[in-house]
């Protein structure tokens, strides 16, 4: 008779690796996923509007707009359904996490702050110097050359 007395403090250990590796499983409601050739025009579709999302988000990159938010967007809309897509998500949500966590490092800060006050006073030398060289000549007071 087993009465589970002979499993230590780590049955929590290992039942939530578990839980984390479950197989991924369509969001789609259940008359949708009883049909097989609904169930394949519902994938369809969420393929069209992720794709769709993602698109626009590359266009936002040059245009203006929120171009990530757009794409990671559309990489969760997949993620309702395509399992690839979930594990694409999942990766970006802890590289995103890692990123955040190193920017927060003072050394880290530091240098950023280092390097960004150098190129500034670089670029404004660089400024300085044509101005004083060539001056500042405006479009509108350009004569007839």
């Given amino acids: 008779m087993d009465t589970g007395s002979d499993r230590g403090t780590n049955e929590s250990a290992t039942t939530e690796p578990a839980a984390e590796e479950t197989p991924h499983v369509s969001k789609a409601p259940a008359f949708i996923k009883a049909n097989r050739s609904l169930h394949l025009s519902w994938q369809v579709g969420v393929f069209?509007?992720?794709?769709?999302?993602?698109?626009?988000?590359?266009?936002?990159?040059?245009?203006?707009?929120?171009?990530?938010?757009?794409?990671?967007?559309?990489?969760a809309i997949w993620a309702t359904e395509f399992a690839w897509?979930?594990?694409v998500l999942r990766w970006t949500k802890r590289k995103v996490s890692e990123a955040a966590q190193k920017a927060l490092d003072p050394k880290v800060r530091r240098r950023n702050i280092i390097l960004t006050s150098v190129g500034l006073a670089v670029a404004g030398a660089l400024i300085g110097f044509y101005l004083w060289k060539y001056g500042l000549t405006l479009?509108?007071?350009l004569k007839d050359q």
């Fill in 139 to 141: 479009p509108w007071d």
């Fill in 85 to 87: 897509a979930h594990l």
């Fill in 48 to 75: 069209i509007v992720g794709l769709a999302v993602i698109g626009a988000g590359i266009a936002m990159l040059v245009l203006p707009g929120p171009g990530w938010v757009a794409i990671f967007a559309g990489l």
